[in-house]
């Protein structure tokens, strides 16, 4: 009597090859020696392995939905060297979702032509660069296109052949016997490494892979406004790939040279200005050098006290990718003499003596915080 090979596997007759699949995955799990060591569970297990066999080849399956038994004749058991335990590809799809050889699980080998890598190169650049940008021209050393093979990396007409050691798999499998029971692991091929493909008459240049490394020079485009530490992309400018694949970005890093006046805050420019005592009372104008509009005027009122802070608008760095520009803050230091001869003494003696009213005065720190050099730091940094 012709056994009940879809009741075994406890499907349906008009099942998928899917269904059909996933039934048997299903129940190798629960039934594999490895993990269940019961003596029933083994034999049931081999009927499970059977059933599989013949239900997943369409010629023994035609023969079971005629009423036969295509084992019967063929004085073959299931065991372990039916299709259940082809080449363990089955066994081992059922355990790890397919990613044995056998069942079109295992991943594509990752090919000879490979994405490139980005490179970086660092540039000094001085403020005044910084902020009117400029173009570099800067020495480069990357891999680049070989010209003789043009990333094909054979001699000549040659051509590249399918790896002999993983069969163009770029990968070999391997099982090992663990306590939960055999383990398939695989690893890229070390012949191909990984690629699936050898070449066996390789360029003469590049050794077959491609590329080859060459010094170059390339005009790398500064923007107005760039700042210490910023990086500007140069797209595909980098490394070329394996196998002449498509090349990386080349990223040039600012290095920003300190300035003998000006030190930068943001897009904001800082600079000291000495400014005479009796300038400082009476008001004069200073001729500053900017970085961007030449000398300008910077006019410095009467009354003027030490630690304020001037501020011309709009004459300090461009912001990046944007017309509008910071200011430039002008820290007045005002300057005492030291040495007086007798004629200078005797006029500040009567110009003393005119101020009665004024005198030495003792404050407290707060009271110069809230009202004082603090203040009026804070308030020009706030742009009041």
Known sequence: MARDYYGLLGVAKNATDQEIKRAYRKLARELHPDVNPDEAAQARFKEVST??????????????????????????????????????????????????????????????????????????????????????????????????????????????????????????????????????????????????????????????????RARREIAAPIPAGVANGMRVRLAAQGEVGPGGGHAGDLYVEIVEQPHDVFVRDGDDLHCTIRVPMVDAALGTTVVVDTILDGPTELTIPPGTQPGEISVLR????????????????????????TKLDAKSTELLRKYKGTRTTERAEVMSAQSEHNSGLFARLRASFSGR
């Not at 010629?59 to 295509?70: A, F, I, L």
């Not at 004459?315 to 005002?334: E, F, K």
């Open 51 to 212: 059933a599989y066999e013949v239900l997943s080849d369409p010629e023994k399956r035609r023969v079971v939905d005629m009423g036969g038994d295509p084992l019967e004749s063929g004085g073959g058991g299931a065991g372990f060297s039916g299709a259940g335990f082809g080449g363990l590809g089955d066994v081992f799809e059922a355990f790890f979702g397919g990613m044995s050889g056998g069942s079109g699980g295992t991943r594509k080998p990752r090919g000879r032509v490979q994405p490139g890598a980005d490179s970086l190169l660092r540039t000094r650049l001085s403020l005044a660069e910084c902020a009117v940008g400029v173009t570099k021209h800067l020495t480069v050393d990357t891999a680049i296109l070989c010209d003789i093979c043009h990333g094909a990396g054979t001699n000549g007409k040659s051509k590249a052949v399918r790896c002999e050691t993983c069969g163009g798999a770029g990968e070999v499998q391997s099982v090992q016997r663990s306590f939960l029971g055999q383990v398939l692991t695989s690893r890229p091929c070390p012949t191909c490494r990984g690629a699936g493909e050898t070449i066996p008459d390789p360029c003469h240049k590049c050794g077959g892979d491609g590329r080859v």
């Open 314 to 337: 709009g004459h300090g760095m461009p912001r990046l990718r944007s017309g509008a520009r910071g200011d430039l803050l002008a820290h007045l230091d005002i300057v005492v003499p």
